[in-house]
């Protein structure tokens, strides 16, 4: 999440109080951008403006899962470099496995 978005929404009226946040919310609805912008506003924690906020009726919207399609043209061993991979993982393991991990030299 970028600090902007959470700086710019706060000035908002709507995030001012979640009595504010209620009654401009139409959907019935609020996502978890939301939490953090009221969280950031009213220095209360989340868990209670989420109980709060149900407590009004209102549902916790589900965050959608990325997914990304692997084609023709992708590389069929991206398991270390490609999307989804930690790049700071260290290797594939052969080091501990020829038993050189904890050697020096």
Same mark, same amino acid.
């Given at each position: 999440?970028?600090?902007?978005? $959470?700086?710019?929404? =706060? ?14 919310? #139409? =959907? ?7 939490? %953090?912008?009221? %969280? ?13 906020? #149900? ?9 959608? %899962? #990325?997914? =990304?399609?692997?084609?023709? &043209? ?20 052969? #080091?501990? $496995? &020829? ?7």
């Amino acid at each position: 999440m970028e600090t902007k978005t $959470v700086a710019y929404l =706060s000035k908002m009226p709507e995030y001012q109080s979640v009595e504010s946040f209620v009654d401009d919310n #139409e =959907s019935g609805q609020f996502t978890h951008l939301d939490l %953090n912008v009221l %969280n950031c506003v009213l220095r209360r924690p989340i868990r209670d403006i989420k109980a709060e906020l #149900e407590s009004y009726g209102l549902l916790l919207q589900l965050r959608q %899962n #990325e997914q =990304s399609t692997r084609g023709f &043209t992708s590389n069929s061993n991206d398991r270390w470099s490609g999307p989804g991979s930690c790049q700071s993982h260290g290797g594939s393991g052969a #080091e501990q $496995v &020829t038993g050189f991990a904890g050697r020096r030299g």
